[in-house]
């Protein structure tokens, strides 16, 4: 008895003594958990507020096999009416089937909860109501946050929205270059748990509420977008061009209201849908740059009205071709000497004229004016992925260089820097860096806009409007010799004024110029009068016209957007305009 009684007593010393410290960490380590809080992520918002992306709360259903096994049968030894596993499990599987259906087969579940696995998913983007009901029957089975992200335009600006993947991870567009601001922070909080799996009351401590993420609103117009859209799945459709892409801006402002390519994913459906299997992904108007053609003769018209080299009505004797650094151009139609007019030089879109001018203003003066026009510049819209173009720098200007610069070929731009050459002319020569976020909305509600991008003066409000005047020969109708080239672009009851665009694309097989791939381009403002909005397009490689007619023009898709925005926003209609002469008797 003695013995037994050191035995005993040296056995608690030990453990009571020397291994306490090391018990004690044991015992609190199994029983201590850190819960992670999800933070609720913000909401995505047009110019209006409605909601272009949120989240859904939601619950995952989860399992651990091992482990669940082993607390019943521990359970059943110490209570023998406790349920033994398979019917637990069996009682489990068939209640989740009954509320889920469908979406949580019973036999999948019974695969899943008596298979080997430490940890499987049950279901996910479970109704919180529907994980309740099962939990407190089953508190064996989890429920962990499984937010649901819903886009409920579908492809609507999808574009630029983007979308994220099913484990809630960003994956493109804003939802990805905005992760920071839209994911929130993560909370976090420490309690003790009993044989059971619950919180031990009174342990709860180390606190982390988690943080919510902002919302993000756009200067997007729905309605503009989903018409937008509409037209340029259309366009594409009927050209049967590889891709299209449109975008409208305030003139003014320069905030985005609208931008589209064809093919346009639905975020809606799941990244991994086969209907988003051959979808465009990227965002072309930001992303893609391509040579403008003759789209790019506003920057002449403008620099040379700016520095007093010519009027709107100077008469230029135009030859049919021009040799300029050992290249010679020439005019898409064959034609004599021509007296056009300064104005008539844009609306027919001569290139010998353009050049005839260009020379006028000189090399470095055009180089500076591309600058301030912010090519070969990143607007910083604030969208991913954009592209800053190409324009060569003044000292690596070879032969040729510059007969090919003013008239849109040896320089690169997206969509977006195009537009920008429309909207500082539509602003009064007043360049503003376009926009695309109006303001981020915190957690606590309270807005917070943007920095202004600060303005560039190109020219003189006069040369502005004097351009603006000049490129509304562009779209003049006329059955004699006053005819531009994009009379469909018209619409009637306003001044309208835009430039056409052609740009052979490079041949991969010969590295030179095609002669049957074009980039098609057109860009312009609407009323001239009174400049409100401004539109791009490209189209690439079409077959035909963007209406299905014959020819090859982006001028009828002009019309459409424009006639849409004036009427839906109730636009008052032009004041007459004096018809413009683009050819001298």
Request: charged share 20%; aromatic share 4%; hydrophobic share 40%.
């Amino acid at each position: 008895m003695a013995g037994l009684c050191v035995i005993v007593i040296g056995q608690l010393v030990w453990v009571q003594g020397i291994q306490a410290p090391k018990l004690t960490a044991e015992s609190a380590s199994q029983r201590t958990m850190t819960a992670v809080e999800t933070p609720n992520r913000g909401q995505i918002l047009d110019s209006a507020g409605q909601p272009l992306a949120y989240t859904l709360t939601a619950k995952a259903l989860t399992f651990q096999p091992v482990e669940v096994r082993r607390k019943l049968t521990a359970q059943q030894e110490i209570s023998p009416t406790s349920p033994d596993p398979d019917t637990y499990i069996a009682d489990a599987a068939a209640k989740i089937h009954e509320l889920l259906g469908d979406a949580a087969p019973e036999k999948k579940l019974l695969e899943q909860m008596n298979g080997t696995a430490q940890f499987v998913y049950l279901a996910r983007q479970v109704d919180p109501a529907k994980a309740a009901e099962i939990t407190s029957e089953f508190s064996l089975v989890g429920a962990d946050p499984d937010n649901v992200r819903e886009y409920p335009g579908g492809a609507l600006a999808a574009n630029i929205v983007g979308a994220v993947k099913p484990n809630g991870e960003a994956a493109l567009g804003l939802e990805s270059s905005m992760d920071a601001l839209l994911a929130g922070t993560a909370g976090s909080k420490t309690y003790d748990q009993g044989s059971a799996g619950d919180e031990i009351p009174g342990s709860l401590r180390d606190v982390h509420p988690a943080v919510d993420g902002s919302n993000v609103q756009l200067t997007l117009d729905s309605d503009l977008q989903y018409f937008l859209q509409q037209a340029v799945q259309s366009a594409k459709d009927k050209s049967g061009a590889e891709n299209v892409s449109a975008l409208v801006l305030d003139a003014k402002s320069s905030h985005v209201l609208a931008m589209s390519n064809d093919n346009t994913l639905d975020p809606s459906l799941g990244l991994g849908d086969p209907a988003n299997a051959k979808a465009e992904l990227g965002n072309l108007s930001v992303s893609t740059p391509f040579e403008p053609g003759s789209v790019n003769k506003i920057i002449t018209a403008a620099a040379a009205i700016e520095d007093g080299l010519t009027t709107p009505d100077e008469v230029l004797q135009v030859p049919g071709s021009i040799t300029m650094d050992n290249a010679t151009v020439a005019d898409a139609w064959v034609h004599g000497v021509a007296p056009y007019t300064t104005t008539g030089v844009f609306g027919k879109s001569s290139n010998v004229g353009t050049l005839m001018l260009a020379q006028r203003v000189g090399p470095e003066r055009f180089s500076d004016m591309l600058t301030k026009f912010g090519l070969g510049q990143r607007t910083d819209v604030g969208l991913p992925g954009e592209s800053a173009g190409m324009v060569p720098a003044l000292d690596q200007w070879s032969g040729g260089t510059f007969a090919n610069l003013p008239i849109g070929q040896g320089l690169s731009m997206t969509l977006l820097q195009m537009a920008g050459l429309f909207q500082t002319i539509a602003n009064d020569g007043t360049r503003i860096p376009p926009r695309i976020v109006q303001g981020i909305i915190g957690p606590d509600g309270e807005v917070q806009a943007p920095d202004e991008p600060e303005p560039v003066q190109v020219v003189s409000p006069e040369t502005a409007r004097t351009v603006r005047d000049m490129f509304r020969a562009v779209v003049q109708d006329d059955t004699g010799n006053q005819r531009g080239t994009g009379v469909e672009a018209a619409v009637e009851g306003y001044q309208v004024s835009g430039k056409t665009g052609t740009a052979q694309q490079v041949d991969p097989a010969c590295g030179c110029y095609s002669n049957s791939d074009y980039w098609i381009t057109f860009a312009g403002m609407a009323p001239t009068d009174d400049p409100r909005y401004v539109i791009a397009i490209m189209l690439d490689k079409p077959q035909r016209s963007s209406d299905g007619t014959g020819g090859q023009s982006a001028a009828p898709l002009f019309h459409d957007i424009a006639a849409w925005l004036l009427q839906r926003d109730r636009v008052p209609m032009s004041p007459p305009a004096p018809q413009l002469v683009l050819q001298a008797d």
